[in-house]
């Protein structure tokens, strides 16, 4: 499968300011990636499908103006979150589409605390 | 729409002991069905996966998995677990009609005791 990167690994912000998550593909070109974003003791949650080239799609709820996704090459996703508040803290995990669409591979996370 | 459930939030078990944890769906297609492993702090690790063919599935690390289409489930079983197998396991579904996006379980804690 795809080795799937992501940094940092923890990031502690300050309520109000943005923080920027990078998601790499080492191995791979992915065309799709996806952001997901789990509370604790909680199941993951999809917050958005990135595609290279093009603007990313949102899932109900989330908001696109709140959670920037950038998607700018074929190894490279970002995610940024902005004017963070504390129930933006979360671990925030994304994946790889691989060659077979229905296959995911996912990077290690990013742990957020805003404070 | 999809759905996964697992029912067990947690289950405590035994070392060497054997393990279910259970996972039932929904869909009104054709189904790719997952099983993942996450340990404290990291990302998800691929056990198995059902795309088609034979109904039992050998994953890593012992562990397989067996789609039941009439009971619409794909129960992950080991015969024998280790400490080491304590985790968090999630069950996902996928199918063509949802673009592929992958819909997760709640997710099953799975305490192995010595």
């Known amino acids: 499968g795809a080795v799937v990167s992501q940094h940092p690994s923890r990031v502690i912000c300050k309520s109000g300011t943005s923080v920027k998550i990078e998601c790499r593909s080492l191995?791979?070109?992915?065309?799709?990636m996806f952001w997901y974003r789990q509370f604790p003791k909680k199941s993951l949650m999809l917050m958005a499908t990135s595609n290279e080239g093009s603007k990313a799609t949102y899932e109900q709820g989330v908001e696109k103006d709140k959670f920037l996704i950038n998607h700018a090459s074929l190894t490279l996703s970002t995610l940024t979150v902005t004017s963070a508040h504390p129930e933006d803290s979360s671990f925030y995990i994304c994946?790889?589409?691989?060659?077979?669409?229905?296959?995911?591979?996912f990077g290690p996370g990013t742990r957020l605390t805003v404070t | 729409a999809q759905s996964v459930t697992q029912l067990d939030s947690q289950v405590p078990v035994f070392e060497e002991a054997p393990v279910e944890l259970r996972c039932n769906y929904s869909?009104?297609?054709?189904?790719?069905l997952f099983w993942y492993v996450q340990y404290p702090n990291q990302g998800l690790q691929l056990l198995l996966k059902y795309l088609s063919g034979s109904t039992l599935v050998k994953g890593i690390n012992g562990f397989e998995a067996e789609f039941n289409k009439s009971q619409t489930s794909f129960h992950l079983r080991k015969p024998s677990v280790h400490i080491s197998d304590t985790a968090e396991y999630f069950c996902a579904v996928s199918d063509e009609d949802s673009s592929y996006k992958l819909i997760f379980g709640s997710g099953t804690r799975l305490l192995v005791r010595p």
């Open positions: 994946s790889v589409a691989g060659p077979s669409s229905y296959e995911q591979y």
């Open positions: 191995d791979f070109q992915a065309t799709t």
């Open positions: 869909s009104s297609v054709s189904v790719y």
